[in-house]
């Protein structure tokens, strides 16, 4: 899966997370991460961030995530939604959600 | 015997709530891809509720989703994400007859199928929200196997009757709960009262859990965490209903082992569904 | 029964009631109401607006909490309904400004400062890496030499003056860069105007012309709103906009000099050059500074060349005199232009 177009999805809020995604003029991955915990938890966001990225094939695309302490579930979830309003596809495989 | 006395609504957006709401111990979660969503929002909040339903946290807790109705471009997909989840129920809004159960039904074993989760292992519940649904609920409640529960939700219903909204909506609610209560007992499964709205006043929801127990539903639909404690203390039986309930069983216990056709305590007569309720008493009890 | 339906949006020429309770909740903040806002995200609880955030195009304005509402929640759901509202109307690059007092709530929003100017105002962007991803993309053009020169033209349309300007800059410099101002708010596209600029001076070698962006002269950079002292307003309008030049822009392309036209029309402008040589030579700033070149404008029979009066002789269909103003491809795009435009009956 490619990042066609920019995309959010997410909130500000507390528990929460701001993802946003774009098309990379690179072909690569970028992902940024700000988060208030990112001291503690840098590290296990990034990770969650690029399992999920990588059962969704993406291979390309400028992610930027404003973190407020969400649980990985909700990170999973995050990212899923703005890559999917990213691509652009109505169409879910829900076994590269899990 | 599951306990249903406490359906606590968690809006399917939002972060905070899918991260806590298990800490409250309601008896069952409904995490809502419905009205609690605004339509830009309802793919995102669909993933969510996918996740949380497969999270740690939520693996005691019995997990409800209500989603979009089917006629609409949401239901199908937030179907897919409730069965495929591993949601214990899904809860269908605005349920006007028997053949929208069925088709519910229907849909529930595909999706089991393809996703190869045991058939039949997702359940249904049938919110009533109109005069039509109130006027269906026997056969709603009938209408299939999966069927666990049926709600009634007072503030469409009054919207769709006309009614003015008094303050304890009892004289305008009357004939729905009583006739989504038959439909229950008569289905042998489960009623909800409706949710009470007011979350900063404790008396006039304590008012209506009051009648909601009289009148036998089994729980009630809440949206706030602290609605969860003051409904089951209410719930539970007093000392004097526990211990009359422990005279029925052990008079039970006696009778069959005594191996007696009839059982009697007080000189009266105990049918089976009077030792039934005497379980639940003490399941109640016990949960309080 | 969700928070979420509280807030809505009201568009400020619909709503009079509305925007009078928005006003009225500005003011208390301190806050004058700006004119350019599009749409406004307000929080109703209670029978009362307690909330409100304002988009003009792609900067947020006018953000306002009621003092008692003033926990975290409110503001972080009002912000995120701002990024969404602006998401939908396909900005997904947002500025805004701030009193340097504000900077760690707008921070909750995901904002990070550009340009502060101290005590007064500081400017924000909602990432942390747009500006550094834009400058190593200039970066990639860097030339080497010791004069490297750099125009930002808006060119509506592109005139012989212009290309005056660019030439003599030329002239003087081992490289130029030209910048074309990108926002969409004059009479001709970004897109018409660029590719004359691109006609305009495909004659020069050594010479780069970037396309315009939203840090070099747009309506993000043109802050102020929320300043009621008018003075103050005219001077940070300008500052932000050549801050941000001298101290991202210059360094990423080794630029130091830039050159103007002299300006005797317009006031906005002429206050803006002076502003520039304040600004680009003379404040401190860890970046270098820029040397300001102001170029006396190219004439046709004693009068300055402008854009503005080709646009006026358009508007008359006088083409004749136009001929005399623009080069070639700016006349032929003219006179295939000219249907659409509004004809005076002077």
Redesign the interface.
Known sequence: MKVLKEAI???L?????LVKVAPSEKETLDIVIKSEVIKQFGKQIRRVVTETLGKLSVSAGSIVIEDKG??D??I???V??AV??GCGSED?D?RR?? | MKLRRSML?V?G????M???SFVFKPDSIMFDLE????P?EK??AR??V???L??PAYCEIEKVVRVNELNTEFGA?DL??AV?GGADIVRLPKTESAEEIRALDGRVATIEQE?GRPSGDTKIMAAVESASGVVNAVSIATASPRMVAIALAGFDYLVDMHAKRSDGWEPELFYARAAVLHAARAAHIDAFDV?Y?NVTDDEGFLREVGIAKQLGFNGKSL?HPKQIELLHKAYAPTDAEVNHARRVIAAAEEARRKGLGVISLDGKMIDPPVIEEAHMTLELAQAA | ??A?RDFYIIQPKDSPPEMAEVRKLLTTNDLELDDEIEQFVVCRREGRIVACAGLDHYTIKCVAVSEDRRGESLSLQLGSEVV?LAA?RGQYHLFLYSAPRNLPFFRGWGFYPLIEVPRLVVMMENSPVAIKIYCDRLRKQRRQGRQIGAIVLNANPFTLGHRYLVEQAAAACDWLHVFVVKEDASLFSYDARFALVAAGVEHIGHLTLHAGSDYIISRATFPGYFLKEKTIIDHSWAAIDLLLFRQYIAPALGITHRYVGTEPFDPVTNHYNADMKHLLQQTPSAAPPITVLEVPRASINGTPISATEVRRLLTRRDFTRIKQLVPDATFQFLENECPRVPQTAE
């Open positions: 999805a997410g909130t809020e507390s528990s929460d997370l969400a649980l579930c909700v999973q979830a995050r899923q939604a999917l309003r879910i829900w959600l899990s | 609504f809006p957006d939002n972060a905070a899918l991260s806590t009205d609690a969503v605004s830009r793919d995102s993933l969510m996918f996740q949380a497969r999270h997909k897919e994400a495929r996703c949710a709205g949206i | 029964m969700s979420t969404k939908e």
